[in-house]
């Protein structure tokens, strides 16, 4: 004969132990996230701030220097770049003299 307790048992025994699988929400499973993108200049300011050089920031960037400079707001004044052109002419004019 049937035992209708024993039926209602098993099939509790065999809920409990059945592994539940929840389905995700929708909103979970489409959401993408938040995204942010940074200008050329705050990514000068971050990579700056990493330590990394000015010329391997305007590589990273595909910009010149100069831009970079910008971005930082570094200045070079005119007597600077005057002494720079000074210096590299005279190391141009000593290396044609030795040729």
Avoid: C, F
Avoid at 24 to 29: E, I, L, S, V
Avoid at 66 to 72: A, H
Avoid at 83 to 97: I, M, R, Y
Wanted: aromatic share 2%; charged share 10%.
């Amino acid at each position: 004969m049937y035992n209708t307790t024993q039926a209602t048992s098993a099939s509790a025994v065999q809920q409990a132990t059945t592994p539940t699988t929840s389905t995700p929400t929708p909103a979970a499973t489409t959401s993408k996230g938040d995204t942010v993108t940074l200008s050329a200049a705050a990514q000068a300011r971050v990579l700056h701030q990493s330590g990394q050089s000015i010329a391997s920031i305007a590589s990273a960037l595909g910009t010149d220097t100069k831009t970079v400079d910008s971005y930082l707001g570094i200045t070079v004044t005119a007597a600077v770049n005057q002494a720079l052109q000074a210096a590299e002419s005279q190391a141009t004019s000593k290396a044609t003299a030795k040729v």
